[in-house]
């Protein structure tokens, strides 16, 4: 999948905590922010989510 900035972003699912699914689609409406790291459990990623 590509993505550009400013540009709609196609519709996926991925899986979440508590054995469930996020379907971008389901949120239509609301506020979404979808944010990329290198690696969970990490320094870099705690240090990137905490800005």
Known sequence: MSVKLNHPVP???VPATSDTTVTLSKLRGKQ???YF???ASTP????EGGD
């Open 11 to 13: 519709d996926f699912s």
């Open 32 to 34: 979404v922010v979808i």
């Open 37 to 39: 790291y290198p690696k």
């Open 44 to 47: 870099g990623c705690t240090t």
